[in-house]
């Protein structure tokens, strides 16, 4: 089971395992972003249940009745700017909603759980971020995921249940749900020769949402064997909004100008989040393998998931 498995990770995510050898596969999601169209001809082998994962009873029933092997947490609110609008709402979907799924569980035969976190529990620090650094996130996103990771610990120390934790950092590809940098540039870039932006000087770790769901996978795979997991997915090089410009004006062969635009800059921003890998490669034998080129072109294919409006 994938929860958010009609959304941007979740949809690329249930794609893999439907045309890999998952076996059956099924989604939770309230389909508030995310449609069964974003999961192309994988939709006609996947048993989807629409639940709003912060309605434990809704939950619990799905469990009940899918009765997954193996789930995979993906179901939350992503965008900061969203999350810091509505403190309580991110709380109530990323943390409440994490304890009814991992109390779901526990209505079926589950034999591990992976969750998705965020490279946003860390504490701010100029050089890479590995495994094991220092925890300290600055916004309420950060700090819901990082309850949400507690909320797993203590749920394999009460039932054995096997719980991995991928921190992905900024995730980018075809097929965004939300109003991210990347599906901005390009929607606005394809319009017109001026983009309206925020503040372009800080440096992410782009991420393909192949490589993603590849990683996630692969610590499905490997958790079991620990208990508890937790790993980095990240591509481990971190670039700023100039290049990504820079890049989406080549592959689009596009003259880009960038104005200002105050109501874009965020009341914190880390100047750089990278990525240091190095359990994900020693025990899954992940990495990265997609480039931020090859990334962007196969996001200026599509940069929307169905149904979603970004510039």
Known sequence: MVT??????????VRTLVHGDAGEVSVLDDCSLGVPENLGAAAGRVRIAEVDIRDGAAVA???????????????AIHFIPACDADPKRCIDVNVGGTQSVLEGCLEAPVEAVVLASTAAVYAPDLDAHGDDSPLGP???????KRASEQLGELFHRRTDIPVGVARLFNVFGPGETNPHLIPAVIRQAESAGELRLGNL??????????DVARGLID?????????????NLGREHAVDGHELIRTVAELLDRDLRVVGDPARMR?????????????AHAILGWSAQTSLRDGLSAAIAQ?????????
């Open 219 to 231: 610590l499905a795979g490997a958790v079991p064997a620990h208990g508890t997991l937790t790993c």
């Open 4 to 13: 958010g498995g009609l959304g941007f990770v979740g949809s690329r995510l």
């Open 267 to 279: 009341a914190s921003d880390r100047p750089v989040l990278l990525s240091d890998c190095a359990r």
């Open 201 to 210: 000087t800080t440096k992410r770790d782009y991420i393909f949402v192949d």
């Open 303 to 311: 940069p929307t998931a169905a149904g979603v409006d970004v510039d």
């Open 138 to 144: 600055i916004d309420i996103y950060g700090l819901s």
């Open 61 to 75: 029933a799905a469990m009940r009745e899918l009765a997954p092997q193996l789930v995979i947490h993906l179901a």
